[in-house]
C-alpha cells in the first residue's frame, strides 16, 4: 500500500463516530485495530467496547459507506482478541470526551477507589472539582458510570476503567 | 466432534440468554433508576455475549443456520439453559439472589474458559470476564445490602437464597459433553470452579449475615434440555416476532 493512500483512509476512518459519543472518532476511542490495503479492496478489523455493544452495527456500516464512498470496497471486521480497554483511547479522545462532559477514564486503581470505596477523585466535566460522588455504577450506556458534582450540582457521565 | 462443540457453545450461550431476558423484563420495572440501568445493562452485556457464541456456533454449524435461527428458532428441548437462570423475577431480593449465584458461577467459569486450547472461545471468554466483574460487584453488594439491611430486607433475600440453592447444584453437575471438552482443553472444569464458587458464597453470606441454605439440591437437568414450564412462557415472548413474522430484521 501506499502511504498517501494509508493516510487518505486514516483521514475518512476519523470522520467515523462512535452513534452514542458523536464528537469522538473511532480511530481516537481505539477500536480500528488493522487497515489492510490492496489496490482498491480495503479491509479493516474493529473490536467491541463492550460485548453487547449496540453501536458497533452501525459503526462497521458507517465506515463501509465511508469508504465505499470514496471509491473503496470495503470489507469490515469485528474481532474479539485482544479484548478492547479503556488504555487504547488517545489523549486526543479523552480530552474530547471531557469537552462533551464525559468524565475519562482514571487509570486501574483509582477507578476502583472510585467506584467501590467512594472515593472523591472523579474530576467534575463542568467546575474541575473533585468534590464529586457516585450516583450509579451503571450509566446511560454499558461503558459508563454515573456521578454529580457536590459543588456545581451538575450530573455527569464518568467512562469506567476497562482493563 | 464439530457436534459436540457445537452444543457445548449452546450450553455457555443459553445460560447468558435466558437470563439476559428475564433482565430485559425489567426494562422500565426496576425498583429505582439506578438498579434499572444496572440491570439493563447486564442484560445487554450478556445479550453481546451471546450473540459472540452464536455467531461462532452458526460457524460451526454452517448451512443456512445464523444466529437469530439459534437463538429464536428451536424449541424448549433444544435450549441447553440450566434451571436457574429461567427462574421468575418474583421480587427485586429474588432478582439479586439469582444474579449473584450466578456471577458468582459465571466468573470462574470465565477464568478458566480464557485458557481454552479453542482460540475463539478463549477470546470470548476475555471479552466477557471484564463485563462479568463489574456484575459480581453490583450483585454481591445489593446481597449485602439487603441481607445486611432492615428485618424485612434480610427475610426476603434469605428467601430467595432458600428458593435458589436447590437449583444450584446442577451448575457444577457435570454433562457427558462437559466432561469432553474438558478433557479436550476445550472447556471448563466445574470441580475447579465449584472451590471458586463455594469460597465466594461463603464470604459474601458472612458479611450479609444471610444463612447458607442447607436444602437438598433437585436434579435438574436444564443442560440437557429438560425444563421447566418456565421456559415455554420464557420462549413465547421471545420468540414472538420471529414466529410472527419470519426472518424479519430490525
Ligand atoms: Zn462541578
Known amino acids: 500500500m501506499n502511504s ?9 476512518l476519523r470522520e467515523v463516530t462512535d452513534p452514542e459519543i458523536p464528537v469522538l472518532s ?13 489496490g482498491k479492496s480495503v479491509l479493516i478489523k474493529i473490536t467491541p467496547t463492550y460485548s453487547g455493544c449496540p453501536a458497533m452495527d452501525t459503526i462497521a456500516t458507517d465506515i463501509k459507506l465511508k469508504l465505499d464512498e470514496a471509491g473503496y470496497d470495503t470489507t469490515v471486521k469485528l474481532i474479539l482478541s485482544p479484548a478492547w480497554t479503556t488504555d487504547w483511547i488517545t489523549k486526543k479522545g479523552r480530552a474530547e470526551l471531557e469537552k462533551y462532559g464525559i468524565a475519562a477514564p482514571l487509570d486501574e ?3 476502583k477507589h472510585a467506584l ?14 473533585t468534590n464529586t460522588k457516585m450516583v450509579s455504577q451503571f450509566g446511560s450506556t454499558a461503558c459508563k458510570a454515573l456521578f454529580q ?7 455527569f457521565d464518568y467512562f469506567k476503567c476497562l482493563k | 466432534m464439530k ?6 457453545l449452546l450450553m455457555l450461550g443459553d445460560n447468558s440468554m435466558v437470563l439476559g431476558h428475564r433482565l430485559s423484563e425489567l426494562c422500565g420495572h426496576g425498583p429505582s433508576l439506578e438498579t434499572d440501568i444496572a440491570l439493563t445493562n447486564i442484560s445487554l452485556d450478556l445479550f453481546g455475549q451471546v450473540r459472540s457464541y452464536f455467531q461462532y456456533a452458526a460457524e460451526i454449524k454452517g448451512g443456512d443456520v445464523t ?7 428451536r424449541f424448549d428441548r433444544d435450549y441447553r439453559n440450566v434451571i436457574l437462570v429461567e427462574q421468575p423475577n418474583e421480587d427485586f431480593a429474588h432478582v439479586i439472589g439469582r444474579q449473584f449465584l450466578f456471577d458468582a458461577f459465571h466468573l470462574p467459569l470465565l477464568e478458566q474458559l480464557m485458557e481454552s486450547n479453542d482460540e475463539m472461545i478463549a477470546a470470548i471468554a476475555a471479552k466477557s470476564i471484564k463485563e462479568c466483574r463489574y456484575h459480581l460487584r453490583f450483585s454481591s453488594s445489593w446481597v449485602k445490602r439487603l441481607g445486611d439491611g432492615t428485618m424485612e430486607s434480610k427475610i426476603k433475600m434469605q428467601s430467595a437464597m432458600n428458593h435458589f440453592f436447590p437449583f444450584v447444584s446442577e451448575l457444577f453437575r457435570e454433562t457427558s459433553i462437559e466432561k469432553e471438552m474438558k478433557e479436550l482443553g476445550v472447556g471448563a ?18 458479611e450479609s449475615t444471610l444463612e447458607i441454605p442447607q436444602s437438598s439440591s433437585r436434579q435438574t437437568n436444564g443442560k440437557t434440555g429438560i425444563h421447566t414450564e418456565q421456559m415455554g412462557f420464557i420462549l413465547a415472548e421471545l420468540q414472538y416476532m420471529q414466529r410472527a413474522y419470519p426472518n424479519m430484521q430490525w
Open chain 1, 26 to 38: 473511532i480511530m481516537d476511542m481505539g477500536v480500528v485495530r488493522d487497515v489492510e490495503v490492496n
Open chain 1, 149 to 155: 458534582c457536590e459543588d456545581c450540582l451538575e450530573p
Open chain 2, 67 to 73: 444466529e437469530d435461527s439459534i437463538a429464536f428458532l
Open chain 2, 189 to 206: 472444569d466445574l470441580k475447579m470452579i465449584k472451590e471458586v464458587f463455594d469460597e465466594k458464597v461463603k464470604e459474601v453470606f458472612f
Open chain 1, 116 to 129: 467501590i470505596d467512594g472515593k472523591r477523585i472523579v474530576k467534575c466535566t463542568n467546575c474541575g472539582s
Open chain 2, 3 to 8: 457436534d459436540k462443540l457445537y452444543e457445548y
Open chain 1, 109 to 111: 486503581t483509582s477507578d
Open chain 1, 4 to 12: 498517501t493512500q494509508n493516510k487518505n483512509i486514516q483521514d475518512l
